[in-house]
């Protein structure tokens, strides 16, 4: 069983920066892979990013790629995404995901949900 738990959300102003983190319990984190999806209001959830279990393979959605980074640290059991130039149209909850298998931008192949975290990016 993980439980995660994301943070850092915010209201931030078009142009800005933030970024989420997601904490993990469970001491086998360093064998997940790890995504973020977000979803909007009236919207379905979308796929973000994803990251291997070694950190050697990351992916990005299109919308995002150049602007979002995800990233992980095994050691302190933490999964990042870094947003820069943010948009009004970046405006959702962000979730954390964890799998035992190897996925990338399928919903239903994560295994484990954060509740979410809010951002707002105000135009």
């Known amino acids: 069983q993980v439980q995660l738990v994301e943070s850092g959300g915010a209201l931030v102003q078009a142009g800005g920066s933030l970024r989420l983190s997601c904490a993990a319990s469970?001491?086998?984190?360093?064998?997940?892979?790890m995504g973020w999806f977000r979803q909007a209001p009236g919207k379905e959830r979308q796929f973000v990013a994803a990251i291997n279990w070694g950190a050697g393979s990351t992916y990005h959605a299109d919308s995002v790629k150049g602007r979002f980074t995800i990233s992980r640290d095994n050691a302190k059991n933490t999964v990042y995404l870094q947003m820069n130039g943010l948009k009004p149209e970046d405006t959702a909850v962000y979730f954390c995901a964890a799998s035992r298998r190897m996925v990338r931008d399928v919903a239903s192949a994560y295994d484990f949900w954060g509740q979410g975290t809010q951002v707002t990016v105000s135009s």
């Open positions: 469970g001491r086998t984190f360093s064998t997940y892979t």
